[in-house]
């Protein structure tokens, strides 16, 4: 016990002395955690949208229909509304931003207002006809005869009017990445303005969004519990691998052939190096978080041993990818190549619903996925969910792999 405890102290100050070591492990899961938490703890985003104007009457102002199309497009609190001038020529342009300054433009056509009336006369008649049907045996027949002729004279004024929708274009660049939620907005925009036009006041069918569940969880409270897997995933697999394959090219563990260090005495004691070096990190990562964003989680005893269990299975991948690489670097591109593909599919900087399917299919079978989603569960939303499970799962990880160091690590392969 006495050998174990020494050795995880000089273990310890052997990686205070490592200035890339405490730099990736201990500092640059903070400032990750502090950019990606102010970055997406601002306003809701805001796009920018250009429209111009093209229905004007003969003093060159807008038509009254087009005027209130584009007031209702200013209402949504996401749209920052500019104007271009009508006499602008966007037929030939190839930039939308690099000659107009903006990359998505509202084309209204000329014509609009008396494009609308007519289509909104035609819907309006449809809904008439649909009416009568609906109720020709309650109306006397000359009344009907009545309301068939005048139908019939509406049907012959519009019989020579074009019966497609008003042409509205909505102009984006190809590499803008919100065209789709500007889209969606315009549509919707869209879809409001056409039920007024044919006197639809009030919609039959409304959407009342209502939360559900605690109040005031922000962006550090999404990321703080993803960041500590990160940094426990980045210790494991980079870390870690560069420390053994240090100490392989510099002899230290040929020496320690000849010391009654045993093996797993050796795996253990950076084992326990790298629990304390989570906890310590862990421990900073929360101050920061309630210092700086009122995040007030505190981990219990459960979380507590996720995290540990955790260290451990990824420590114990580190020490076996370590065990086949004498070269440092070598070593932290190889955990490189494992931590970077994990850390991107697992839903660590985004939401996995933001990802195409099969990646999402392919993330649920990772174990980082499962690591940081059940640590949120403890940490955020005090929530047993999944957690029973991903420990089972980190705990079989971690004596795989502790087993296979402690198999492949032998004293006498260092020359």
């Given at each position: 016990m006495r050998r174990l405890y020494r050795l995880t102290v000089t273990l310890l100050r052997e990686w205070i002395r490592d200035r890339e070591a405490v730099f990736f492990v201990f500092v640059f899961p903070i400032i990750l955690l502090l950019i990606f938490s102010v970055v997406f703890a601002g306003a809701p985003a805001e796009f920018e949208i250009a429209v111009q104007n093209n229905d004007l009457d003969e003093d060159g102002e807008p038509t009254e229909l087009s005027a209130t199309f584009i007031d209702?497009?200013?209402?949504?609190?996401?749209?920052?509304?500019?104007?271009?001038?009508?006499?602008?020529?966007?037929?030939?342009?190839?930039?939308?931003?690099?000659?107009?300054?903006?990359?998505?433009?509202?084309?209204?056509?000329?014509?609009?207002?008396?494009?609308?009336?007519?289509q909104s006369g035609r819907v309006r008649m449809a809904v008439i006809q649909d009416t009568i049907q609906l109720f020709e045996e309650d109306i006397p027949q000359d009344e009907l005869a009545d309301i068939e002729d005048g139908i019939a004279e509406f049907e012959e004024v519009?019989?020579?009017?074009?019966?497609?929708?008003?042409?509205?274009?909505?102009?984006?660049?190809?590499?803008?990445?919100?065209?789709?939620?500007?889209?969606?907005?315009?549509?919707?925009?869209?879809?409001?303005?056409?039920?007024?036009?044919?006197?639809?006041?009030?919609?039959?069918?409304?959407?009342?969004?209502?939360?559900?569940?605690?109040?005031?969880?922000?962006?550090?409270?999404?990321?703080?519990?993803?960041?500590?897997?990160?940094?426990?995933?980045?210790?494991?697999?980079?870390?870690?691998?560069?420390?053994?394959?240090?100490?392989?090219?510099?002899?230290?563990?040929?020496?320690?052939?000849?010391?009654?260090?045993?093996?797993?005495?050796w795996i253990l004691a950076n084992l326990i190096q790298q629990s304390v070096i989570s906890l310590l990190v862990v421990a900073v990562m929360l101050l920061i978080a309630r210092v700086a964003f009122g995040v007030t989680a505190v981990p219990g005893p459960?979380?507590?041993?996720?995290?540990?269990?955790?260290?451990?299975?990824?420590?114990?991948?580190?020490?076996?990818?370590?065990?086949?690489?004498?070269?440092?670097?070598?070593?932290?591109?190889?955990?490189?190549?494992?931590?970077?593909?994990?850390?991107?599919?697992?839903?660590?900087?985004?939401?996995?619903e933001l990802m195409p399917e099969t990646v999402q299919q392919v993330a649920e079978l990772s174990p980082v996925t499962h690591y940081h989603r059940s640590l949120r569960e403890l940490m955020i939303l005090e929530s047993m969910d999944g957690v029973w499970l991903t420990l089972a799962v980190l705990t079989v990880m971690a004596v795989l792999f502790v087993s296979l160091a402690v198999y492949l690590t032998t004293w006498d392969e260092f020359d």
């Open positions: 209702a497009l200013a209402e949504p609190d996401p749209i920052d509304l500019h104007h271009i001038d009508s006499d602008r020529d966007l037929a030939n342009v190839d930039r939308l931003e690099a000659d107009i300054g903006y990359q998505r433009v509202v084309v209204v056509p000329d014509g609009f207002e008396e494009s609308v009336r007519t519009q019989a020579d009017t074009d019966d497609e929708a008003v042409p509205l274009q909505l102009l984006v660049a190809p590499d803008d990445d919100a065209a789709g939620a500007i889209i969606s907005i315009v549509d919707s925009v869209v879809a409001t303005f056409n039920d007024r036009t044919i006197g639809i006041q009030e919609p039959t069918v409304a959407v009342e969004p209502a939360e559900v569940g605690d109040e005031g969880l922000g962006a550090a409270d999404y990321f703080l519990p993803a960041f500590i897997v990160a940094m426990i995933m980045f210790n494991g697999l980079l870390t870690v691998p560069s420390a053994v394959a240090k100490f392989r090219r510099d002899g230290t563990l040929k020496r320690l052939a000849a010391s009654p260090l045993r093996r797993r005495e459960l979380a507590v041993l996720l995290i540990i269990v955790g260290t451990i299975a990824f420590g114990g991948l580190g020490m076996v990818v370590g065990s086949f690489i004498r070269d440092p670097g070598a070593a932290i591109s190889l955990g490189a190549g494992i931590a970077f593909p994990l850390m991107f599919v697992s839903g660590i900087f985004w939401e996995l």
